[in-house]
C-alpha cells in the first residue's frame, strides 16, 4: 500500500515499541454487566451532555448480562454466536422494532462475523422531512468519538513504518508546526499517553463545536490557540481528551507531510474501499451516499434539526456507513486485513489490540485506542460516540471474530450501547459473572471507613462553567456494615458494594466492581469498571457537594450560557426545546 509522500524518518526510541502495561497485571475479575437495569437516570444525564455539545466522553462501558455456557473462542460464520443469520436478524429486527420512532427516528447497524459482514441494515429514517430511510450501504451518519479508533489506527500504521514511535516526546514530530506541548513535567507527552487518555490534559470536554463551517480553524491553529494545561504527569492517570485524540491525528499527518483528512484517505479509507467514509466538514457534496438529517425530540415525534461541525477533527467528526464501518472491524478482526488487502501488519494489530494502560487489574482497561468493555476476561473492546444530535457504538469481541456497530440519528436517552448490550446478553459474547463472595481477610470495616470520601473524575472539568457537571458527578462512598460500602450520587443513583479481596468491592445485584488505590491509609485512586475514561480521585473538603450544592445553580447557569460559545443557534434551539418542553410558559420568552 502507498502512503502519503515525504514522511519523516522518526527519531530513536527511548523504550521498545511494543506496548507494555502501565504496571504489573494480576488476574482480571469478573466487572460491570448489569443483569437487572441501566442506570438510566445517571446514563441519561451524560447522554444529555452529548445532545448539547460534546462528543460523548465513551462511557458506554457494557453493563451488559451474559449467559454462562458461551460457545468457544474462536468461532467462525456457521459455528460462532451467529450462526443462524436469519435468527439473527430477526432479534435485531425486535430490538430495533422497540426503538424506532420512540427513542430514535433512523438507526443503523452492522454486525461481523470471522471474515464476512452477516448483517448490515438500515431502520426508520434517515430525513423525517424528505421520508427518506436509512439505507446501510448508503446513508452517511455522524459517528463522533467511534472515529478516534480510525485516528489511531493511523498512528499505529506509522509506527509499523517507523516514521513514528510510541515512548518518543510528541514535540519531537512538530518540528514544522505552531503546535508545541510544554515541558510541564519531567516526562513528556507520547503517543502512547494519547493513545490511552494518559496526558495529564486538563479536560474541556468541548471539542470546539460550531455551527457555521466557515469558523473552522486549520488542526495546527486550533491545538495552538485551546490548548489545555498539563495539570498530572503523564502515564498515571486516565483522563478522556479530545484534545489528545486531535494532537495525535495532527502528530500523525507532520510526520507524514501531509493533512490529517489526506493521512486517512490514503492509509486507511482508499485501501479498503471504505468510499462513503470522510472526516471532511462539511461532507462534500461529491462524496458517495447522503447524509443522515440530525433530529431532536418534538413531543412524540423529531424535527429535523441543523449540523454542527467539530473543530477537533480527529476526535469525532468522521462521517461513514454501517457498510465502511463493517469494512473497518473487518480489518480489526482480520488481523489488519479485508481480503487481500492489509492496512496493518498482523504484529501491529496485535499490539494495538494489547492493554497499554492498566488502571487497575479488576477493572476496565485500555488498550490503544480501545477501551476495554464489559468483563475485563471477555477480551471485549470498544468505544462509543456523539456529535450533538448523532450518537453510535462500536464492539469487537476477537475471540468470537464479532464485531457490532450500532448508530442513530439523534441523541436518545437511551444510547445505541443498549442495544450492543442486548446483543453480548443474546449471543454470549461474555461469560455471567459469579455472585460475589466477601473476602474472609479481618478489617472489613476499617477498610470500608478509610475508602469513605466524595470523589471525583478526572475526565470532567474542574474549572469553568463545565465544572458544574463535575460537580454533579461526584461520587459518596461511606461504610454500610460488615465491611460493604455504599455509593450515591447526587442524583440518587444508590448501590451498594460487597468487598470481594482488600480495597476491591463487587456491586450488589450487579456486576460493576469498584477498585481503590491506598496509601498509609488514604486513598489516592477509584477505579469503577464501568468508567474506562476516567478514575475518581479524593474531593478536598471545601468542594465536596454539601459546600458547593448552594453554588450550583450559579455553576449550572454559567454552563447554559456556555452553550452559546458552543453551537450557535442550533444547539440554542435543543437548549430551548427542552426548556419549553418543561416550561410551556417560556416559550416565547427569547
Do not use: C
Request: net charge negative.
Amino acid at each position: 500500500m502507498d502512503t502519503p509522500a515525504k514522511p519523516r524518518p522518526h527519531r530513536p526510541a527511548t523504550q521498545p515499541p511494543h506496548p507494555q502495561p502501565f504496571r504489573l497485571m494480576t488476574q482480571p475479575r469478573l466487572s460491570t454487566a448489569d443483569s437487572s437495569t441501566d442506570r438510566s437516570t445517571r446514563r441519561s444525564f451524560l447522554a444529555g451532555l452529548g445532545s448539547l455539545a460534546l462528543v460523548v466522553v465513551g462511557t458506554a462501558t457494557g453493563r451488559t448480562t451474559a449467559a454462562t455456557g458461551a460457545p468457544s473462542p474462536g468461532s467462525r460464520p456457521g459455528e460462532g454466536p451467529f450462526a443462524a443469520a436469519d435468527e439473527l436478524e430477526a432479534f435485531i429486527d425486535d430490538v430495533m422494532a422497540e426503538r424506532i420512532g420512540t427513542a430514535t427516528p433512523g438507526a443503523t447497524v452492522a454486525i461481523v462475523s470471522g471474515d464476512a459482514p452477516i448483517l448490515t441494515k438500515g431502520y426508520g429514517a434517515a430525513d423525517v422531512d424528505a421520508d427518506r430511510p436509512v439505507r446501510a450501504d448508503e446513508t452517511v451518519f455522524r459517528v463522533g468519538s467511534v472515529g478516534k479508533l480510525v485516528t489511531y489506527t493511523a498512528v499505529m500504521k506509522g509506527v509499523e513504518q517507523g516514521i513514528l514511535d510510541l515512548d518518543t516526546d510528541v514535540n519531537s514530530y512538530l518540528d514544522d508546526s505552531r503546535v508545541t506541548v510544554p515541558d510541564t513535567y519531567d516526562d513528556p507527552v507520547t503517543l502512547r499517553h494519547l493513545g490511552t487518555h494518559t496526558a495529564g490534559f486538563e479536560s474541556t470536554l468541548d471539542p470546539d463545536i460550531v455551527a457555521d463551517p466557515d469558523s473552522l480553524d486549520t488542526l495546527e491553529a486550533l491545538l495552538t490557540d485551546q490548548q489545555p494545561s498539563r495539570i498530572r504527569p503523564p502515564g498515571e492517570l486516565v483522563g478522556y481528551s479530545n484534545y489528545g485524540a486531535a494532537l495525535a491525528g495532527h502528530v500523525v499527518a507532520e510526520a507524514h507531510g501531509t493533512t490529517f483528512e489526506e493521512l486517512v484517505q490514503a492509509a486507511i479509507f482508499d485501501p479498503l474501499g471504505m468510499t462513503h467514509s470522510t472526516f471532511a466538514q462539511p461532507v462534500p457534496a461529491d462524496q458517495p451516499g447522503d447524509l443522515a438529517a440530525p433530529h431532536i425530540r418534538d413531543g412524540e415525534s423529531f424535527l429535523t434539526t441543523d449540523d454542527v461541525y467539530i473543530n477537533m477533527r480527529p476526535a469525532g467528526s468522521l462521517s461513514a456507513t454501517a457498510t465502511d464501518m463493517a469494512t473497518f472491524m473487518r480489518a480489526h478482526l482480520g488481523d489488519g486485513a479485508v481480503d487481500a488487502t492489509r492496512i496493518l501488519d498482523a504484529e501491529t494489530a496485535e499490539a494495538m489490540h494489547n492493554r497499554h494502560h492498566v488502571r487497575h487489574p479488576a477493572v476496565t482497561n485500555w488498550r490503544y485506542g480501545f477501551h476495554e468493555y464489559g468483563n475485563p476476561d471477555a477480551n471485549l473492546i470498544g468505544h462509543s460516540g456523539a456529535t450533538v444530535n448523532f450518537t453510535s457504538s462500536l464492539l469487537l469481541a476477537p475471540d468470537y471474530d464479532v464485531g457490532i456497530f450500532v448508530a442513530s440519528n439523534s441523541n436518545p436517552s437511551e444510547l445505541p450501547t443498549t442495544v450492543v448490550d442486548e446483543i453480548v446478553a443474546e449471543f454470549d459474547l461474555q461469560r455471567a459473572p459469579t455472585t460475589p463472595t466477601p473476602t474472609s481477610r479481618p478489617g472489613g470495616q476499617e477498610r470500608a471507613e478509610t475508602v469513605a470520601g466524595e470523589y471525583s473524575l478526572t475526565y470532567l472539568p474542574q474549572s469553568g462553567p463545565l465544572q458544574a457537571v463535575d460537580l454533579l458527578e461526584h461520587l459518596t462512598v461511606e461504610p454500610a456494615g460488615n465491611g460493604r460500602v455504599r455509593t450515591t450520587t447526587l442524583e440518587g443513583d444508590a448501590r451498594q458494594w460487597v468487598e470481594s479481596e482488600p480495597y476491591v468491592y463487587d456491586e450488589v445485584g450487579g456486576h460493576d466492581v469498584l477498585a481503590f488505590e491506598v496509601t498509609d491509609g488514604e486513598v489516592d485512586v477509584l477505579s469503577m469498571s464501568s468508567e474506562p475514561t476516567g478514575v475518581y480521585q479524593p474531593v478536598p473538603f471545601q468542594e465536596r457537594q454539601f459546600v458547593t450544592g448552594a453554588v450550583l445553580g450559579t455553576a449550572v447557569s454559567g454552563f447554559g450560557l456556555s452553550l452559546a460559545g458552543w453551537g450557535g443557534h442550533s444547539i440554542r434551539r435543543t437548549w430551548k426545546q427542552q426548556s419549553t418542553d418543561d416550561d410551556p410558559d417560556t416559550a416565547d420568552a427569547e
